[in-house]
């Protein structure tokens, strides 16, 4: 992440400054063992998984199965009720910090869908928004110091220095608000499936957290269908999966023209690693054999699809400045057609569809077929990340948690309204068939991209997108369908492991490098192979024992 942008422009914040500190690095912070001397599970007093307990929602059009495909909404509810009584704060302030994919918002005085959140929640939120391309550098600077907000939440899919080091030596423990029946008190937490609270994980026993739920898929190859179709890719490679790497390649060849490239791609997508490792049959991160846990680095199909990579490369498909644009910036790329192409998460799709005006089709295209275990897609960490607190008085933790219940209030009620689509009249309007229609000024910058509170915490989503139309939904219900047979899952989420937590963002960067360096090639595939024994030796074969060990305590 870069480092010369400067701190004030990334902590523009609504009303929380940042506290300079000197070293962006949680070693102080957590490594004097003032966690305890370690974060794993084993051998620990598990707190239960808060039970379970299921809101009412609509009837949807499109139902899901209440695993890997959701509920399916092609037009918005007749009848929206209240999930919530009164409201949850006290009206002090409440400061957070979460990441953002769009643009500062502006200030209360003006923002209106702040000022209608505000007065919802009965706080004074405090919103400190750090761009997605600075993300890790600046929560590490963050995490070190003492004067943390009220909130934090850590996600977008990054590994933050000694992550778990710092949420087990700075943050609350939850367990005795959320553990078992407990959260029953919060009944908009208690409505998030087991499943994200399990990949979320515990730390040394305790629940630590609030998930942010996400899907079943993880990222998808999001294709301009008309681009690719006059490449000579058929539809059915969108819709069967009907494609190898070696028609991906000779399209993408094809398509790639007139300052046009096939594969659109940004500095934190590696090259749409996260399509392709799956693609030729790679394990998603970590695969389990039954006795250990070996990285899919170290797997020859994750070599098979980096050299696929890389001959893509080499044939000039991949928009030029890979390394160094940000996801924001690629799928504005995308959305003028200058790429064809984008890896991205599940979500993705809602903003896309709009941000196409019409004038292609978005695709969510199934796997190519790259090797003999090929054409799969990796199953995403049930979470887009977790939620924090610091630690404060039992009665302040409760306030918080109210705030967070708010803020995770399901598809078809007016706290969700208010949090997804703003204020009636100011931000939206209906159209004849009652769903939401959005506004200049939401268009215009004030809306829940730029006031990102969605990710500190948001109800379980379901496949419902103003202004889009149901063949869209559809088109993404179809895929959910189609893709859960071959989902390919991570043993390892949920999981705790003290190297991981201490070394592993390190190491990983390291070897990442090596990859982007191969794809590009600047290095070769024996410098991946020596890349490979370098990370098993400085600390990835001792993450994949101390894996192995908390799977078997976890079960």
Known sequence: ????????????????????????????????????????????????????????????????????????????????????????????????????????PGPKETNKFLQAVNEALGIDLQLTVVPDADYQAKMATLMAGDDLPDIMNIGGGYILPREADFVASKCADLSEFLSGDAVKAYPNLANIPTRAWKDMGRVKGRIMGVPVERPAPGNIFFANREMWKGA????????????????????????TK?????????????????????????????????????????????????????????AGVYYPDALTVSQVDAKTQFAGQITGSLTDGFGAYSSMIPAAKGAYTVAPALPYVGGSAGGKLFAARSVFGYT?????????????????????????????????????????????????????????????TNLPITYLCDAPQVLFYPGVSPDAIALMHAFEKKTAPNLVRNPAYGLVSDTASKSEAAIRKTITDVLNAVVMGRSSLDDWDAAVKRYKADGGDKIGEEYAKEYAASK
Request: hydrophobic share 40%; glycine share 12%.
């Open 1 to 104: 992440m870069s480092s010369e942008l400067s701190r004030r422009s990334v902590f523009r914040a609504i009303g929380l400054g940042a506290t300079a500190v000197a070293v962006p690095s949680l070693i102080s912070a957590c490594g004097d063992g003032t966690s305890g001397g370690g974060v794993g599970n084993a051998g620990t007093e598990q707190a239960a998984w808060p039970t379970y307990t299921a809101a009412k929602v609509p009837t949807p059009d499109l139902p899901g199965d209440g695993n890997d495909v959701q509920n399916g909404y092609t037009k918005y509810p007749s009848e929206v009720g209240n999930a919530t009584s009164g409201k949850p704060g006290d009206g002090s302030v409440v400061k957070a910090v979460v990441i953002t994919y769009g643009t500062p």
């Open 232 to 255: 000579g890719v058929d539809e059915a490679a969108f819709t069967s999966g009907s494609w190898t790497s070696s028609d991906l390649l000779t399209a993408a060849k094809a398509l």
């Open 258 to 314: 007139d300052k046009k490239y096939a594969l659109g791609a940004s500095k934190s997508g590696n090259f749409g690693l996260g399509v392709h490792a799956p693609a030729w049959g790679a394990p998603n991160l970590w695969k389990n054999d039954g006795t250990s846990f070996v990285s899919y680095f170290a797997t020859p199909e994750f070599k098979q699809a980096v050299a696929f990579m890389r001959d893509l490369y080499a």
């Open 388 to 448: 924090v607190l610091k630690k404060a008085a039992p009665d302040r933790i409760k306030l918080l948690l109210r705030v967070l219940d708010f803020l995770a209030a399901p598809f078809g009620t007016k706290e969700y309204e208010l949090i997804h689509y703003g204020v009636e009249g100011a931000h939206f309007t209906r159209d004849a068939a009652g769903n939401p229609v959005q506004t200049d000024l939401w268009k215009g910058g004030e809306n829940k």
